[in-house]
């Protein structure tokens, strides 16, 4: 296939570095993202463009390339905005991916990953795929949402101490869970206390939350009361097997809480499992889930021996890990170690992972670990049109830029301050501003995009350009951190420089 690739001046390098094979046209503009579809049009007629089986534009460049096809007569679409990423375009459209008229290739690339998401999820909610599925003993149905080795891996959040939040809590905290991707909602009991009253509240919690509940206890008197009421139970293991049968799903963990036993060795820790799960069958339970418990640093690594060596030995069973206990452990950011907890429970096939977000370090988890599955599912986790790269890239954007004769080095001038100034709030998902005139509060502006408080200030205040200027770029600060989930304060730093150690 004959390709051209339009571009501007100082991009050149760049697309004739990484868009080899395919022919280069530079329009007579400095910059790419300058040109217009009618432009480009026009500079290609005037040099009698012909004989190509496709025309790429910038992403950058705005409007549809509906127009450069109509006057050239060859088809046009949009490639991606940066150079960097034409090797990827290319391999892609020989491989016969369909680009667009008004969608950047990159862009174009993250919504054609997440619909192959969609339709792998969307598969395995069929239901004559879900009737076939469950005939199977490695699945069955925690509530109604199937679960096991034939379906997708499945989010359950924990919300911890829950008999301390009022129902309303509950809901709330379920409800933004549930948006964030979990399929399960967790009631996570307090540890040493019996809430017998909490439990009769489960009913009610019921009917206010659409998804299957599970009640997260080793307290005996609280799970055998539960079990009326939840879609499945953590956790059982030998101190209290014999006390809790049961078809409902069960969690069974190598422990003997009554007695303090825990087997560190991850060999006598998978044995003890399967004699529990051995024992536990032969009782009755029916559908049973085995979790060889993930630990933190510095048990990370033995445990993962555990989970490895259970699932060698046991291929069919239905697996889950408790990857909440790495994220809340770790003073790492969370995406690098949600992503990699999820390929590695994708590559040993388990059905349920346990997360929560206690720590304000770990807001996001859920929606992160979702991401993670996701790009399980698309077969893997790098170029797979998906990733978790928040803070940091996967390839340099290289932009070249010109610069004017006139060349002046910025200096910093003392200023008078003005008789109203402002002070910058956020809160969840809104950014407020508060005007002051001396010590009185004259008015409150909240919006959520920056640009629109700045055209409000500007339209109810008479302020200097250089007052302007400093709170545009502290709205991008405040607006950044919604994004983030993180904290925002007024002329403090929103990160941390690694490696210099200096607020930024």
């Known amino acids: 296939m004959k390709i051209l690739l339009v571009t501007g001046r100082l991009a050149e390098p760049l697309v004739r570095k990484y868009g080899k094979g395919c022919d280069v046209f530079v329009a ?33 460049v705005r409007g549809s390339t509906e127009v450069i096809e109509e006057r050239i007569g060859i088809p046009t ?30 862009e174009l690339f993250s919504r054609d990953s997440l619909k192959k998401v969609r339709d792998i999820r969307n598969k395995t909610r069929n239901k004559s795929y879900v009737e076939r599925a469950l005939k199977k003993p490695w699945n069955f149905l925690v509530g109604s949402l199937p679960v096991g080795l034939d379906f997708p891996t499945r989010i359950v959040a924990e919300i911890v101490d829950a008999p301390r939040l009022s129902p309303s809590e509950i809901k709330k905290r379920a409800e933004y869970y549930l948006g964030e991707g979990a399929d399960i909602i967790d009631l996570g009991m307090i540890s040493g206390e019996t809430n017998l009253e909490f439990i009769e509240t489960i009913p009610e919690l019921k009917e206010m939350i659409d998804a299957p509940i599970s009640l997260d206890s080793l307290n005996t008197k609280e799970l055998e009361r539960g079990l009326e009421f939840v879609d499945m139970v953590l956790s059982v293991d030998w101190g209290n097997v014999e006390e809790l ?20 060795n991850p060999q006598e820790r998978v044995e003890s499992l399967e004699k529990l799960k051995e024992l536990a069958t032969s009782l009755g339970y029916k559908r049973i889930i085995v979790d060889p418990i993930l630990e933190h640093y510095p048990n990370f690594s033995r445990s993962l021996v555990a989970f490895y060596l259970y699932r060698s030995r046991n291929e069919r069973d239905v697996m889950l890990a408790g990857v909440g206990n790495v994220t809340e452990m770790m003073d790492a950011d969370s995406p690098g170690i949600n992503a990699l907890l999820a390929s590695i429970s994708s590559e040993l096939k388990l059905s349920l992972l346990l997360t929560t977000e206690v720590s304000r370090k770990c807001v996001g988890s859920i929606r992160e670990l979702r991401r993670g599955i996701d790009m399980t599912l698309l077969g893997g986790v790098k170029d797979v049109g998906l990733d978790l790269l928040i803070l940091k890239e996967k390839r340099p954007k ?60 500007l339209e109810m205040f008479n302020i200097s350009p250089r007052h302007a200027f400093y709170l545009g770029r502290e709205l991008e600060k405040a607006f950044t951190a919604i994004k983030l989930r993180k904290s925002y304060v007024q002329e403090g730093g929103l990160f941390t420089d690694f490696y210099s150690q200096k607020s930024l």
């Open 28 to 60: 007579p503009v400095t910059v790419a993202a300058f040109l217009t579809p009618r432009m480009i049009a026009d500079f290609l007629e005037k040099a009698g463009v012909k004989g190509y089986d496709m025309i790429l534009i910038p992403g950058l």
């Open 77 to 106: 679409f949009k490639g991606p905005r940066n150079a960097v990423d034409l090797p990827v375009v290319l391999k892609a459209i020989k491989q016969g991916f369909k680009l667009s008229k008004e969608i950047p290739a990159d």
């Open 245 to 264: 049968i049961t078809d409902k799903p069960v969690v069974l963990i190598p422990t003997d809480m009554k007695r303090g036993k825990f087997y560190s």
């Open 398 to 457: 290289s932009v070249k830029f010109e610069v004017s004769r006139n060349l002046i080095k910025a200096r910093r001038k003392d200023v008078k301050l003005e008789k109203i100034y402002f002070r910058i709030f956020t809160d969840k998902d809104e950014i407020y501003v508060n005007a002051y005139r001396g010590t009185e509060l004259v008015m409150t502006i909240v919006g959520s995009e920056p640009n629109e408080i700045i055209d409000t200030i």
